[in-house]
């Protein structure tokens, strides 16, 4: 077998576990805020958003840091110091004795966090340009497939082990995974150590004065705004809908889950067809198509049409990230892939943390009908968006070329 496509299968592996153990514990995060003697229900619901945003907070600070350093010592190195590092901290998390500690060792979580997008790095900087598509798709169902069963999982550990057991098994799956990379994952592509290097900030200078790369970064923070802004409120919008039995919780996670499986089966298609066709051409087309099936959303009348609308809505929201990743692989200069992943992933955590402040706000205004024909708007605007910035770069492109003709 190819060693990029070994490369693949594993890290897909791996994702799967990473994603599968982080996704255990977050939904049990005020629960375990009671476990460590808070009782006063505004008080936990207070620590529990801080609990929750710190840890995209921190990783959305040091992810560029980590990129830019990827680029220098190397991508699976990136891997390696935040697999171990994220399985030492949540071990740690499991021994928290008051909501300071739980607070202060999220925070630290997403300092050392990043195994994700050092994956994605290694996988595009890695895999044939042709295949990139492809191999980001397959990598990105990985995750997903981990999130669909994470919490699931961790519901019934939770009955059976207890809260603080959770963390210790996160920390042990983590740490299996991160193994596994090290014993099975090579990096043939590796940084060139002749290549005169820059400081953090002439590097990160230098990225974002590439304007196709800030047209990206700007199109994956509204993206990830305008995805995760409903999510806090699904719950509250199954339970005015009429969950079928009164089970509110179970069908509040399947809509959920619907939009992840079909994430999960479109995203290799999609990655493969864009490698074909072109990544720009898959983003903007199912950029519009999410953005349509949010609409109708707005005036389901029962849980059914729900959960059929997130499913489409998946099969759109696999042809997103994957994209993104491949276009960001494309256009980011020689030897500095990892720091232009590293701002985009910080800005895909700038989107995570102000998507559901700003969702729960818009929503006590217009309610959640309302916030999804808003993120159905921000998503058309973002589709615009892209068009703009990188027709702007290919007539650049064909002004530099004509120019060259003519001085010749």
């Given at each position: 077998?190819?060693?990029?496509?070994?490369?693949l299968?594993?890290?897909?592996?791996?994702?799967?576990?990473?994603?599968?153990?982080?996704?255990?514990?977050i939904p049990?995060?005020?629960?375990?805020?009671?476990e460590?003697?808070?009782?006063d229900?505004?008080?936990?619901?207070l620590?529990?958003?801080?609990?929750?945003?710190?840890?995209?907070?921190?990783?959305?600070?040091?992810?560029?840091?980590?990129?830019?350093?990827?680029?220098?010592?190397?991508?699976?190195?990136?891997v390696?110091?935040?697999?171990?590092?994220m399985?030492?901290v949540?071990?740690?998390t499991g021994l928290?004795?008051?909501?300071?500690?739980l607070?202060?060792?999220?925070?630290l979580n997403?300092?050392?966090s990043?195994?994700?997008?050092a994956?994605?790095s290694?996988?595009a900087?890695n895999?044939?340009k042709?295949?990139s598509?492809?191999a980001?798709?397959l990598?990105?169902?990985?995750?997903v497939?981990?999130?669909i069963?994470?919490?699931?999982?961790?519901?019934?550990?939770a009955?059976?082990?207890g809260?603080?057991?959770?963390?210790?098994l996160?920390?042990?799956?983590?740490f299996?995974?991160?193994v596994?990379?090290?014993?099975?994952?090579?990096?043939?592509v590796?940084?060139?150590p002749?290549?005169?290097?820059?400081?953090?900030?002439?590097?990160g200078?230098?990225?974002?004065h590439q304007?196709?790369?800030?047209?990206?970064?700007?199109?994956?923070?509204?993206l990830?705004f305008?995805?995760?802004a409903?999510m806090?409120?699904?719950?509250l919008?199954?339970?005015?809908?009429?969950?079928?039995?009164?089970?509110?919780?179970?069908?509040?996670?399947l809509?959920?889950?619907?939009?992840?499986?079909?994430?999960?089966?479109a995203?290799?298609?999609?990655?493969r067809?864009?490698?074909?066709h072109?990544?720009e051409?898959?983003?903007?087309?199912?950029?519009?198509?999410?953005?349509?099936?949010?609409?109708p959303?707005?005036?389901?009348?029962n849980?059914?049409?729900?959960?059929?609308?997130?499913?489409?809505?998946?099969?759109?929201?696999?042809?997103?990230?994957p994209?993104l990743?491949?276009?960001i692989?494309?256009?980011?200069?020689?030897?500095?892939?990892s720091t232009?992943?590293?701002y985009?992933?910080s800005?895909?955590?700038?989107?995570n943390m102000?998507?559901?402040i700003?969702?729960?706000f818009?929503?006590?205004?217009?309610?959640?009908r309302?916030?999804?024909l808003?993120?159905s708007?921000?998503l058309?605007?973002g589709?615009?968006?892209?068009k703009?910035?990188?027709?702007?770069r290919?007539?650049?492109?064909?002004q530099?070329?004509s120019?060259?003709?003519?001085?010749?």
């Amino acid at each position: 077998m190819e060693t990029w496509k070994r490369n693949l299968y594993i890290l897909m592996v791996s994702q799967f576990l990473v994603m599968g153990a982080m996704s255990m514990i977050i939904p049990f995060l005020p629960l375990y805020l009671r476990e460590l003697g808070m009782t006063d229900p505004d008080k936990t619901q207070l620590w529990s958003g801080l609990i929750f945003g710190i840890n995209f907070l921190s990783a959305f600070l040091f992810a560029p840091v980590w990129g830019s350093l990827a680029d220098k010592v190397g991508r699976r190195i990136m891997v390696l110091r935040s697999g171990f590092g994220m399985a030492i901290v949540i071990f740690l998390t499991g021994l928290a004795a008051s909501p300071l500690q739980l607070l202060l060792l999220r925070l630290l979580n997403g300092t050392v966090s990043g195994f994700i997008p050092a994956s994605i790095s290694l996988t595009a900087t890695n895999t044939p340009k042709e295949k990139s598509g492809y191999a980001l798709g397959l990598l990105q169902s990985g995750g997903v497939a981990g999130s669909i069963m994470g919490p699931f999982i961790g519901g019934v550990l939770a009955e059976v082990v207890g809260f603080r057991s959770i963390f210790f098994l996160t920390s042990a799956v983590i740490f299996l995974a991160t193994v596994v990379v090290l014993v099975f994952v090579k990096e043939e592509v590796k940084p060139d150590p002749k290549v005169a290097r820059k400081g953090f900030f002439s590097e990160g200078s230098f990225i974002l004065h590439q304007k196709p790369l800030l047209f990206l970064f700007s199109v994956g923070f509204m993206l990830q705004f305008a995805m995760v802004a409903p999510m806090p409120q699904m719950s509250l919008f199954v339970s005015q809908l009429g969950a079928p039995g009164g089970y509110i919780a179970f069908f509040a996670g399947l809509v959920v889950a619907v939009t992840g499986l079909a994430n999960m089966l479109a995203s290799p298609f999609l990655g493969r067809f864009g490698d074909r066709h072109g990544s720009e051409r898959v983003l903007f087309y199912s950029m519009i198509g999410t953005a349509l099936l949010f609409i109708p959303q707005a005036w389901v009348g029962n849980v059914w049409q729900l959960l059929g609308l997130r499913f489409l809505l998946g099969l759109c929201v696999g042809g997103l990230l994957p994209s993104l990743h491949s276009l960001i692989r494309k256009h980011a200069p020689d030897g500095k892939e990892s720091t232009a992943y590293g701002y985009s992933t910080s800005a895909t955590f700038l989107g995570n943390m102000l998507g559901p402040i700003t969702g729960g706000f818009l929503t006590g205004i217009i309610g959640i009908r309302g916030l999804f024909l808003i993120t159905s708007m921000m998503l058309l605007i973002g589709a615009w968006w892209l068009k703009l910035g990188l027709n702007h770069r290919k007539k650049t492109s064909k002004q530099s070329v004509s120019r060259k003709v003519s001085s010749a």
